[in-house]
Each structure stands twice: as C-alpha cells, then as structure tokens.
C-alpha cells in the first residue's frame, strides 16, 4: 500500500515539473521572436548635389504658342536652312527665307539665359563690325510668361545693344530647330544652306571663326 502510494506521488510530480518546463519553453520562445532584427546602415556617402553652371540653359518647358497648323517640312537638303515666321520690334511678321542671299548668322536666346548674355556683346560689335556683309539676327525665344517681347525690347535698349532683334513668337523658330538649350547660334551662307551651329556660350574669337568661315 505505501508503494504504490510513493509510485503515485512520484508520477504527479512528473508530471507538475513537465507542466512547469513546458510553460517556461513556451514564455521564452515568445521572448526570443519579440526580439528586432538588427538594422543595417549604409555606409555609402551622400551624392554631391553640387555642380558646375552649364554652358547653355535648358529651355523651360511652355505651352506652345502660335498657330494651329503644323509648320510645313521642307523636302530639302537636310544642309538646307528651315524656313520660319518671325516678328520685328514692331510685331510685324517676317520669314527667314526673305534674308536669303546673303550671310545669315541667327543666335537664339532669351534675357533670362546667363550663359547669352554673356556673349551678346559680341554679337553686338560683330553686327557693327560686318552689317554690310553679313545678316545678324538676333532672334528673342517669346512664351509670353518668363519672356516677352517689351520687356526683351527693354533689356537690349538698356544694354545700348543696336543688333537687329526679332521675336520668335510662334514658336517656329524653335521647332523648325529642335531647340531644347540656349544659346543656340546658326550659321547660313548665301545660298541658304546650314554650315556650322554652335550650342552653348562662345567667345569673341569662337564668333570670329564663325565669321570668317562663312564670308570664306
């Protein structure tokens, strides 16, 4: 009789420390899934945001302006100039085509662009120095927001700047020659035909080999 009351006391005990360890197992296991994973921290540094002004200005992207109809693709030699519709100081319209047969040399460019203000004034002495031979047209980008045609009127009046000034206010201009960054300068002989575009500010001299490559 007390053997088997020693065997049963010895089997609840068993089972009193299973239960015990069962619970135990169960508390830290919850502890150890509770535990972050460790976070990982890059070590890579920080891109260099800075950077240097480029030689031209990207063209702010505007709704176009002008008319509705697509301007007509000349079947020409790719050398050949587009022809486009451009104003005078005075709003009155004028073509490209109608300076043909003579040196043309356009520079596209806008009052807010730094990098064509820089070299307008050699523009401005080059059309002093060779209006007789060569065209010069000066030709404004108009949108009618960041530029428009009285205050660029203003901006080279101010300057003394005596070059002959036009205003791309169709937009045709620009089309015509896919122009995305200024200043843009384009370089037309007598004949019509394209022999150098140069993007991009340029020095007197870089004007100069223009000249002299086109009288040439």
Not at 17 to 42: C, D, F, H, N, W
């Amino acid at each position: 009789m007390k053997r088997n009351l020693k065997t049963i006391l010895f089997l609840l005990c068993a089972i009193v420390l299973m239960i015990g360890g069962s619970m135990l197992y169960q508390r830290l296991s919850a502890k150890v899934s509770e535990t972050p994973a460790p976070v990982t921290v890059s070590e890579d540094p920080a891109p260099d945001e800075s950077a240097a002004e480029a030689p031209q200005t990207p063209i702010p992207e505007m709704e176009q302006q002008g008319s509705e109809e697509e301007p007509v693709q000349q079947e020409l030699d790719p050398d050949t100039a587009m022809d486009f519709t451009m104003m005078d100081r005075y709003g009155e319209e004028t073509k490209l085509s109608a300076f043909f047969g003579r040196p043309i040399i356009i520079n596209f460019w806008a009052t807010w662009c730094g990098p064509c203000q820089r070299e307008l004034p050699y523009f401005d002495e080059a059309n002093e120095k060779y209006a007789e031979q060569i065209q010069f047209l000066m030709v404004d980008l108009v949108d009618g927001a960041y530029e428009t045609r009285e205050g660029a009127i203003a901006f080279a009046e101010n300057q003394g700047y005596s070059f002959p000034l036009f205003f791309d206010e169709l937009g045709e201009g620009a089309m015509a020659y896919e122009i995305s960054a200024i200043p843009l300068t384009v370089v037309i002989n007598a004949e019509g035909r394209i022999v150098d575009t140069h993007l991009g500010t340029m020095s007197s001299d870089e004007l100069q080999a223009l000249i002299d490559k086109v009288l040439n």
